[in-house]
Structure formats: structure tokens, C-alpha cells
């Protein structure tokens, strides 16, 4: 049973490009969630996507917009890419608490490593 | 959403017992604690969570005082292999969907 995965490994980019990232949850997950991780610091909280809608938000500019597929893929935009923006980006899946309620546990990839020159 | 402190950094010796607290003083009443393990270019791993007293599993102890605004990570006779990144989360068991809100963490050092 693969767990999440996550493309490409590591990406570099310069400032002003757009890039896309992309994420496979874990076998019957059907909620992914992104978080971006700068260096010594833990990761923040972008988005979730769960029936291939936008349910929650983190504090991210709409530079960094997401899809989610029917078979629960997921893909990551950002646009007009700067320094800033280099960081680990980590894919997370779980099973959908928002109607049962519950924190559930969430699974995580090994991330992408973008670098924006 | 509850704020979190922890120590930034811990050192320990293989075997030995380490205690990592973390303070959170306006956890609410729907809060759970959880505690995650991060690896270096890794994606964070779920240790352990519980609501109040003490939660145990194969790997770690969770203690949590009856006041709920602190709670302490046990790991026994660590390994050098423990050597990570731990993170206490709060975070609502209703209505809260999977958002985590993580800190900075503390990073312990497992020495031979």
C-alpha cells in the first residue's frame, strides 16, 4: 500500500515563474492538504481540498491556488514565484472530519524541495 | 487556534528516558493534543494524541494534567535513530477539519 507520494523531488525556479506540484494521497484518503515548510521552521498551513473543492485556507496570497481530481490527486500552483516562496512543500492526506467532526490523523509526504533563484 | 510553547532544543544519551513539555495555556474544550515526528527532508509522522490523563502506544506516553494547559511527550530509552524534530499540536475535535497548525518545534539530539 504506497503512502502519499509527491513530484518532483526537488524543482528550482527563478523569480517570476510559475510552478506546479503535485501529490497522490495515501490509498482511500479523500482529503489532501498542503503546507509549505521554510527552513527551521514547521509547516504552515495552505489549503485542503476534499470533493475536489477548496475547503479550507491557510494565510497564503491567491498567488497559491490548488485542484483536486476525482481520484483524489491533488496539484499545487504558485504563481509569480519570488525568494520567498522557497521552501519544502508537504502534501498531507486523511479521511474528511469536517462533517463527523474529529481531528484526524494525517499522513504526509516527503515533500518538494522548490528553490527560487 | 491555541498557541503552543516548547523547549527549542533537547539533548539526550541512548537509552535514556526524554520528556519533552509543551505549554498551552488557552486550549479549549474541544482541543486534542497531538504530537508529530519530523525526520530531516521528511514529511511529519503522527506520534500520538489524547484528549486528558495519560495515552500510551508502542512508541511514546502522552501526559496530560487536568488543567489541560500543558502536556509532556515521553519517549522511553531513546535511540540515536529518535533524533528529530517534535512538534505539539492543539487543535479542535469538532468542526476543524484536518488543518494543523504546527510551531517551531523542538529538536532533539540523541547522542551515543
Known amino acids: 500500500d504506497a503512502g502519499v507520494t509527491q513530484s518532483p523531488t526537488h524543482l528550482i525556479k527563478t523569480r517570476g515563474q510559475q510552478v506546479t506540484l503535485r501529490c497522490s494521497p495515501k490509498?482511500?484518503?479523500?482529503?489532501v492538504s498542503w503546507y509549505q515548510q521554510a527552513l527551521g521552521q514547521g509547516p504552515q498551513f495552505i489549503f485542503q481540498y476534499y470533493e475536489e473543492e477548496e475547503r479550507q485556507r491557510g494565510n497564503f496570497p491567491d498567488r497559491f491556488s490548488g485542484h483536486q481530481f476525482p481520484n483524489y490527486s491533488s496539484e499545487l500552483n504558485v504563481n509569480a514565484l519570488w525568494l520567498g516562496d522557497s521552501a519544502l512543500y508537504l502534501c498531507?492526506?486523511?479521511?474528511?472530519?469536517?462533517?463527523?467532526?474529529?481531528?484526524?490523523?494525517?499522513?504526509f509526504g516527503p515533500g518538494t524541495r522548490l528553490t527560487v533563484l | 487556534l491555541a498557541k503552543t510553547t516548547q523547549p527549542i532544543s533537547m539533548d539526550s544519551y541512548e537509552g535514556q528516558e526524554v520528556n519533552i513539555t509543551c505549554s498551552h495555556n488557552n486550549i479549549a474544550t474541544n482541543d486534542y493534543i497531538t504530537w508529530y515526528q519530523q525526520f530531516p527532508s521528511q514529511g511529519p509522522r503522527f506520534i500520538i494524541q489524547?484528549?486528558?490523563t495519560k495515552v500510551t502506544n508502542e512508541v511514546a506516553s502522552l501526559f496530560i494534567p487536568a488543567d489541560r494547559k500543558s502536556s509532556t511527550l515521553s519517549l522511553p530509552r531513546v535511540s540515536l535513530s529518535d533524533t528529530a524534530v517534535y512538534y505539539c499540536?492543539?487543535?479542535?475535535?469538532?468542526?476543524?477539519?484536518?488543518?494543523?497548525?504546527f510551531g517551531t518545534g523542538t529538536q532533539l539530539k540523541v547522542e551515543l
Open positions: 498531507a492526506s486523511s479521511l474528511f472530519s469536517g462533517l463527523a467532526g474529529g481531528l484526524r490523523e494525517q499522513f
Open positions: 490509498s482511500g484518503h479523500d482529503t
Open positions: 499540536l492543539v487543535g479542535l475535535l469538532t468542526g476543524g477539519g484536518n488543518k494543523l497548525t
Open positions: 489524547g484528549y486528558k
